[in-house]
């Protein structure tokens, strides 16, 4: 049973252009967390989604940050114009119901030259 | 002030040693997990718990909840054990529900020397 990937492992992108980060669970978890890990910061919880819904998405930036999981395919993280605060690492994690253990990807580095 | 809380921030020890990490949080919850992260930077759950105590191998987690703590304990620490140490705990919302979104503490950066 493959764990939670996610891809790509590294994104380089220049001020202003798109980022799209994903994340396919494990089998059989409906239940998909992005969380965000700034340099020298500790982990924040972005969005929580389950398939086709958002449930909370209280950590995400008002601004350009925009989550889906659709009924097929992976989760999507993606961000629009992106500016060099937004170099982070961005981890998922899954889990098959709420409220249970939630196992992690390897992250996605992102640097925004 | 974070809601959760951790420390010692930085712990290092000698092979062999006990070692404990010290969680405290500030809101009521429905369970903490406690996360490690290695070096290359993959996190890896070790515990979700929500009273009591639980133990995997040398790794030994207890909750206090009514004062709002936890400790994670490693017995016969070893060099592989280093690496950045994490509480996270799932608050219950506005609603009183509880559902898998996760507050971390700073973590803990656990470095053992052999």
């Known amino acids: 049973n493959a764990g939670v990937m996610q891809n790509p492992r590294h994104l380089v992108r220049r001020r202003g252009q798109e980022a799209r980060l994903r994340c396919s669970p494990m089998?059989?978890?409906?239940?998909v967390y992005w969380y965000r890990q700034l340099p020298e910061e500790g982990l924040k919880f972005m969005v929580y989604?389950?398939?086709?819904?958002?449930?909370?998405e209280s950590g995400m930036p008002k601004e350009r940050f925009s989550a889906e999981f659709p009924k097929e395919g992976p989760s999507i993280l993606r961000i629009q114009q992106v500016v060099r605060g937004d170099s982070a690492a961005y981890f998922c994690a899954s889990s098959p119901r709420d409220r249970e253990t939630q196992y992690f990807g390897p992250g996605t580095r992102l640097l925004v030259l | 002030k974070n809601e959760v809380e951790q420390s010692p921030q930085n712990l290092t020890a000698q092979e062999g040693e006990f070692i404990t990490i010290n969680c405290s949080y500030s809101v009521g919850i429905s369970a903490l997990h406690w996360l490690q992260q290695h070096p290359g930077g993959g996190i890896v759950s070790l515990f979700m718990?929500?009273?009591g105590k639980k133990k995997h191998g040398r790794l030994i987690a207890t909750i206090n909840i009514q004062e709002k703590h936890s400790s994670l304990h490693i017995t016969a620490s070893h060099p592989r054990d280093s690496a950045v140490y994490i509480c996270?705990?799932?608050?219950?919302?506005?609603?009183?529900?509880?559902?898998?979104?996760?507050?971390f503490g700073q973590g803990t950066i656990l470095t053992v020397h052999p």
């Open positions: 989604l389950q398939k086709e819904n958002i449930i909370d």
């Open positions: 996270a705990a799932r608050p219950w919302n506005a609603g009183g529900t509880s559902y898998g979104k996760l507050t």
């Open positions: 718990l929500s009273s």
């Open positions: 089998k059989g978890h409906s239940h």
